[in-house]
């Protein structure tokens, strides 16, 4: 993982030096090789930070693809809810004035573990009411029903922040907390990283959790019955496998990654939304298809580059007056466009020849 991380920022570091030797003044009076040289450490940072988060809700997505060959469009308001969770768990905290007092590993791994058992105990429930009785119907339906839980979710927030909190956009209680203030400096030639301790909190999170998984996938009972199920369903069945409890574990896990997905990720940035899903849910689903959807390593991988690629891209189109950032995503989602039509199986997956 850490030789594709400095793979992938070197590629994009040469691209972004070739940007500024086509376009040396985009701007009036700016030099664009001297602002890439400024922002390139800080944008590799932000990359590796907003990758790992779209990395873990992309195993989501890959998890219950593998076992269903379904796509749990709900998935991105799993990571909404587990974010939402993340913000109650913490204001719940602060308003009884305990949460100074917590050390930060302790606090964080609360949160987030609240997050992981709140978004999987849903997922699995979403997973026994919408889905469970249309397994045998087509795949269009299961979709439909997908799309329909997932405009649900959003309405059923909305309606509990309006009646607990009379309002929409919940800020988390970061600023009661003196260690998460005061940002990591970093002198790297001309360029002065400021890397916020909620950056190394998401990162160390991911990774942590990421670990763990593999653990469970390759290392367990439970993870092996997960692996059997997913190659096939049936002579799972038959030898004693229960296939409906390996569903039910798998939403769980993968609902469990969104959740903590989604704490990390508002902890990152300080305020979510009953919206706050819907675009990281549709970047990760691109992750998940750009690495191969299915393929629990190119979840990974497909997460780390479309952040990389959004981050670099975050940074340079602000010099060009005619795009600016608000392109960034029309770039994200060219890249899912691109590997649709080039390679669907994606970077890591398997290509499938069908014989007629």
Known sequence: MLVFIVGAALVLTLLSYLLALLFPEPRPNISLMTQVNRQLPGMIVSGITIGFVYAMIALGYTLVYGVLKFINFAHSEI?????????E??????????????????????????AMLASGLLAVLIERVAYRPLRGAPRLVPLISAIGVSFFMIDVVRAFQAITRNDFNLTYPLNNLEWIRNPVKLAIGEATVNIRPTQFI???????????LNYFVNGTKLGRGIRAVSQDMATAGLMGINVNRMISLTFFVGGAFGGAAGALFGMNVGTVTPFVGFIPGIKAFTAAVLGGIGNITGALLGGLTLGLIESFLNGLLVYFPVLGQRYTD?????????ILIFRPSGLLGERVDEKV
């Open 79 to 87: 990571f909404m809810f587990g974010s939402v969770v993340g913000f």
């Open 89 to 114: 768990v913490m204001q719940r905290l602060a308003e009884g004035g305990n949460l100074p007092g917590w050390s930060p590993v302790l606090l964080v791994a609360f949160v987030v573990l609240a």
């Open 202 to 212: 998401v990162v160390l999170g991911a990774v942590v959790t990421l670990i763990a």
């Open 330 to 338: 029309v770039f994200a989602f060219s890249v899912l466009i691109l």
